[in-house]
């Protein structure tokens, strides 16, 4: 008599998504009785004029329709490629191609951006996502180099341009400087409903047919040619008229002659590297020993865990009895630190793992809208996306380093990648410690716009 032994597939409990929705529902709907009693203004006042709710709502819509393009390319990931019989060692290759282009393109992009206008190259981004989407609808297979530059270079004009297109439209157009708290919290809410909606949008459009499907590819076809036109028509820039002579010289005085922009940028670095870090390993760490796990619905607890922690940031940062952002945002690197640390030094179950990971990406909802405030706080808005685009570039280089050394050559395993990105969380840590101890009087000078 023989002995089946039935293997199981782990999965979250349902539960567990539906208790993510009640929770940022709720936080969305308490939100208006918190400002009141901190007696700020918010998106909620009644007393909100309405050119500026239509000007958020406007952006708001723009920035979800491109997060749902950002979204579609990595709901299949490695599954993609390897439909297309494509080995591991090509996959980390196409994650070398776009690491290295992110890499040169980053400060580029960001300098080009400030002095041509952020409206064109965020069409660019548009542009880019629309001949991915028709090479694969033609090619009907996946060129891994030109894809991965193309969808590279539009990520990282994602990463920045729409954000600082945003706040110099907000400041040419009059609106209040404080406002912009509302809008920061509800571009990493919606960015992460957003990926979720495009997660589960790709699979209807997929369905059974797995191979060779490019229904996803139409549907980003169709979303880059209506953001395209929405930007063409819905939106207007007045570009920087300094010269190339005159932004270098305004960029090494204001952003490299300033120590605390100096501390804001390297913590930028770090987080960017860090979170780099986590999304190349959190898979192979879940399934690691040959376990079968339903990773396509650990995905939606993440973003959701994420949607969660941007609504504690107007919670925590609004009012008289608002803690400092710096003071926030220390104790944040330090409790993801601790998170990654955890997973870095012991083996863990799955339940444990995601577990640590959905608190994880709870402390990441909250560091980024923390962190555009910083950036509206010292940063000019003339040179905002080059010294974004000069931030990224050493995280770029860092886990291109870790991708040639841990997956490639195999030099360095998942737990010491890991452990390197528990140390930059520590370092961000310190440098907003620094910061601190530095920025007390634009800090003060915020509160009294």
Not at 4 to 33: A, G, M, Q, R
Not at 113 to 129: E, N, P, R, T
Not at 295 to 322: D, N
Not at 330 to 335: D, K, L, P, Q, W
Request: proline share 3%; charged share 10%; aromatic share 16%.
């Amino acid at each position: 008599m023989g002995v089946v032994i039935e293997s199981s597939v782990w999965e979250p409990n349902p539960s567990v998504n539906i208790f993510i929705f009640v929770c940022c529902f709720f936080s969305i709907l308490l939100f208006p009785h918190i400002s009141n009693l901190n007696r700020t203004s918010t998106i909620f006042d009644h007393g909100t004029s309405h050119s500026f709710l239509r000007f958020q709502r406007n952006f708001l819509l723009l920035y979800s329709l491109a997060s749902v393009m950002e979204g579609m390319w990595s709901v299949f990931g490695e599954y993609e490629l390897a439909s297309y019989g494509i080995g591991r060692e090509n996959m980390v290759k196409s994650l070398c191609y776009g690491y290295t282009t992110a890499l040169f393109a980053a400060p580029f992009v960001g300098v080009l951006s400030d002095l041509i206008g952020h409206k064109k190259i965020s069409l660019v981004f548009c542009i880019l996502h629309f001949i991915v989407g028709i090479w694969k609808k033609i090619s009907g297979q996946s060129s891994l180099f030109m894809t991965s530059i193309c969808l590279s270079l539009a990520n990282t004009i994602f990463s920045f341009s729409f954000e600082t297109w945003m706040v110099s439209q907000h400041e040419k157009q009059g609106h209040r400087l404080d406002s912009l708290n509302d809008t920061y919290w509800l571009m990493t809410f919606f960015e992460s409903a957003c990926f979720i909606t495009s997660q589960m949008f790709a699979n209807w459009l997929v369905g059974n047919n797995t191979e060779k499907n490019t229904a996803p590819s139409s549907a980003v076809i169709f979303f880059a040619t209506i953001c395209f036109t929405f930007i063409t028509r819905g939106w207007t820039e007045t570009p920087g008229i300094a010269s190339l002579k005159e932004y270098s010289h305004s960029f090494y005085a204001y952003i490299f002659g300033d120590k605390r922009i100096w501390l804001l940028a390297c913590a930028q670095t770090c987080f960017h590297f860090s979170i780099g870090i986590f999304w190349i390993l959190w898979s192979p760490t879940v399934v690691a020993d040959g376990r079968e796990v339903q990773l396509a619905l650990i995905y939606p607890c993440f973003m959701g865990s994420r949607m969660l922690g941007s609504t504690a940031f107007p919670c925590l940062t609004s009012g008289p009895s608002s803690l400092r952002t710096e003071d926030c945002l220390v104790f944040a690197y330090i409790i993801l630190a601790l998170l990654l640390s955890i997973v870095a030094y012991d083996y863990q179950e799955i339940g444990v793992l995601v577990t640590l990971f959905c608190l994880f990406h709870a402390c990441v909802g909250f560091v980024l809208p923390s962190l555009a405030r910083l950036r509206t706080m010292y940063v000019p808005n003339e040179l905002r996306g080059g010294m974004m685009g000069f931030s990224l570039a050493p995280a770029n280089a860092a886990i291109l380093l870790s991708l040639v050394q841990g997956g490639y050559y195999r030099n360095i395993g998942n737990g010491a990648l890991m452990a390197f990105g528990v140390f930059g969380l520590l370092l961000a840590a310190g440098c907003m410690h620094a910061l601190k101890q530095l920025g007390k009087q634009p800090y003060n000078n915020w509160h009294k716009q």
